[in-house]
């Protein structure tokens, strides 16, 4: 049917779902008037780069005005920005596993509130290269974990609960064809590793701790490699997760 998916039973029993974290709701606002048409969402950290995301798809798009009044869906929190450029909408989440979570949690309950159809979201942002040309973009088959392994691990009370982290292969290969016209940018299909934290979790040597020596680090940085990752980032196995349950096309660039 291309509906979005709740896999919450709980929700039903509700006389209003409040979501939270970005301002709106099922009783304050009509979901279906104002994102039943969305057909993209475009996810990254930053609120001023979703920002400038969003007019871009505004000028790309042909709408009319010039894109700079642009204004903030959620501008009544400052945990998230949203802005809209026709069946585009452009969203932060800030950084790490978390904060995407979060968000995710709540955008899923929008389009479903919405009755949104066939919608794809695609998290763009920046990430660090793993023996690949600096300025490249990766287009993510399969989001890793530490040890390299397709799995986002959750606890919900006190069981880790292991979910699969598949993207959308059909998704990456039409991204990847894509690429074609935009040959300044050096495109490629990788799996993108995911971590929880920037510095010891990536193996930088530069953090307020630091329990390994140079050498360990290019060593699981070639382990890493080898086993097909090409770039290190903090949200894509939670992304990768969320969407595969709930039925979203997803994709990381």
């Given at each position: ?26 009783k304050t ?15 990254g ?6 920002r ?6 505004h ?8 894109g ?13 920005a949203m ?11 800030g950084m790490?596993i ?8 709540e ?7 919405a ?18 040309e ?15 392994k ?34 300044d940018f050096?495109?490629?299909?990788g ?8 510095y010891?979790g ?5 953090g ?16 890493a ?18 969407c ?8 990381c660039?």
């Amino acid at each position: 049917s291309g509906l979005v998916h709740i896999k919450n039973p709980h929700l039903d029993a509700m006389e209003e779902d409040v979501l939270y974290h970005l301002d709106l709701g099922t009783k304050t606002h009509n979901l279906p008037a104002m994102f039943g048409d969305i057909k993209f969402v475009c996810v990254g950290g930053s609120p001023n780069r979703m920002r400038a995301f969003a007019q871009f798809m505004h000028k790309e798009l042909g709408l009319t005005g010039d894109g700079e009044d642009l204004a903030d869906i959620c501008a009544g929190t400052d945990r998230y920005a949203m802005y809209r450029a026709g069946p585009v909408l452009s969203i932060s989440h800030g950084m790490g596993i978390p904060s995407i979570s979060i968000m995710l949690h709540e955008l899923i309950k929008l389009l479903h509130h919405a009755k949104c159809r066939d919608v794809t979201i695609i998290r763009i942002g920046t990430s660090g290269g793993l023996g690949i040309e600096a300025g490249s973009v990766v287009i993510t088959d399969t989001a890793v974990d530490s040890s390299f392994k397709p799995r986002f691990e959750q606890v919900v009370l006190d069981d880790v609960v292991v979910r699969s982290t598949e993207l959308d292969k059909d998704l990456a290969e039409e991204l990847l064809a894509c690429s074609k016209e935009t040959p300044d940018f050096p495109t490629l299909i990788g799996h993108t590793m995911c971590t929880y934290d920037f510095y010891e979790g990536q193996g930088r040597l530069d953090g307020a701790l630091c329990s390994f020596s140079s050498e360990k680090k290019l060593e699981y940085l070639k382990r890493a490699y080898d086993a097909g990752v090409r770039n290190i980032e903090m949200e894509s196995t939670a992304f990768a997760a969320l969407c595969g349950l709930c039925g979203l096309k997803g994709e990381c660039c």
